[in-house]
């Protein structure tokens, strides 16, 4: 399985960012799917993960009002919808999928993205 995201950048505080990953390959049912951030220096963090086959997602609390994570089966995609970004959001994005709910949970999903930078300054 190859990913591929797109739709990172430049925006001010406020604005908006949508990301997309598109998944080649077999994306099963049993799979997670979702997003990760790092930037240089910090911890990775968890953005958003969601069951593939019924597409119910789960947010960290501090971010859950801001992002929201879909999908679209049939193009293999993933969305992440960033709003009220801030400064503190800008990281590179990775979309990440893993085999099990577990992998994801101890932060080793199977699959990765290269990543997109998101940037958020004034």
């Known amino acids: 399985i190859q990913l591929e995201e797109s739709g990172g950048g430049s925006v001010q505080p406020g604005g908006s960012l949508r990301l997309s990953c598109t998944a080649s390959?077999?994306?099963?049912?049993?799979?997670?799917l979702g997003w990760l951030r790092k930037a240089p220096g910090k911890d990775r963090e968890q953005v958003a993960r969601l069951d593939w086959s019924s597409g119910a997602s789960v947010n960290p609390k501090s971010l859950v009002d801001r992002f929201t994570i879909s999908r679209v089966k049939a193009k293999n995609t993933v969305y992440l919808q960033m709003n009220g970004l801030k400064p503190e959001d800008t990281d590179m994005y990775y979309c990440?999928?893993?085999?099990?709910?577990?992998?994801?949970?101890?932060?080793?999903?199977?699959?990765w993205g290269k990543g997109t930078q998101v940037t958020v300054s004034s």
């Open positions: 990440a999928a893993s085999a099990s709910l577990n992998s994801w949970l101890i932060g080793q999903p199977s699959y």
């Open positions: 390959g077999s994306i099963t049912n049993d799979m997670v």
